[in-house]
């Protein structure tokens, strides 16, 4: 049972008890990634997310650290295109302690400005070490043409030159404009005590009524084709189709779609491309649903002298699910996965505390699992083709890679 509170201040907060565990988890969401960030900030989002670690107004970065140990918690963030999540996983009787320094991590953080520079120079590592990785690069490629001129278009790490310009001002400006009430979810899960549940509301009221700005959505796709030559040994291929956004009627059509396509062990590039023709050893797809659009990613690497007929074959076996060709025991297999992948998955709290904070923040519905599961139930066999039909109906986007020496 998931309990929904919304402070008088615009906070929001998710509850799920869970009391036969012994720990709980913790997460604050924030409606703040790369997608709102301005040519001038790409990036900051990012910056700001590693700059919660390094010092509050009261505890070093060391403190901060020691703390999570001292309770043998673990704790982290992460952020993305449209929001940034600092989250804790740690024993029930210590999660009065872990929501205050949480708490003071993100409304205290001090962003010392030599410590700023430092953390500058390890996220400049981050990004050389994902420029120097293909398989990982590739999708920003994509994505970059797959909504060239769009928000979405904008790498999460931004890029080295527009992060040396950063200043202390500019972080104390964006996160004043982004880390605002009206954008902030707490989400909680696990062994949920009424102390707790209360400290939770009476921490964040303190947090100022404010008014955020608005967010512009606007569905977008670009079908458009980008090349680039690293040093490497083998060619990467990305291609990208329209998919479908958060919230959209055909959402779970699309996840059935996505996991026939290439989604899983049994689909049919993995058993085509790997299995039969031994093409590649990594071939998969998947599907990113965002606020206001949704791309649908066929990754594969394999030899340049192979590269076209990796491409074909994937090409073929998308025209194949286009012309609706599709078993009901495909479906049906399908269904039944992604139906073990909930009840497993939504078997670790910090897994409920992830699904609820995130649906919670872009305002999905809250459903259980067993309303769920009725949902991909309902699916037939000619919901998919229908879908089908329409997402693979126009050629994709594609970025690839190629040896410096092609």
Known sequence: MINRVELHNGVRIVEEQLPALRSVSIG???????RYEGDHCNGISHLIEHMLFKGTSTRSARDIAEGFDSIGGHANAFTSKEYTCLYAKVMDQHA???LDLMYDMLMNSNFDEEELEREKNVIYEEIAMTEDTPDDIIHDYLHDISFKNHPLSKPILGDQKTLEKLTRDDILAYKQAFYTADR????VAGNITEHLSQKVKNVFLQIPNSSSKTDLL???YKNESMEKQKDTSQAHLCLGYKGVPIGNESIYEINILNNILGGSMSSRLFQKIREDLGLTYTIFSYHNAFRDNGLITVYGATT?????QLEEEIHNTVIELQKGMVSEKEINNTIQQLKGNLVLGLENPNSRMHRNGMNELLNQKHLSLDQLISKFESISRDDVIDLAAKVFNDSPSKACILPLDV
Do not use: K
């Open 28 to 34: 604050i969401w924030i409606l703040s990634g790369s």
């Open 96 to 98: 009065d302690f872990a």
């Open 304 to 308: 340049v002298e192979q590269l076209s």
């Open 184 to 187: 902030i979810v707490v989400s």
């Open 218 to 220: 606007m569905d977008y």
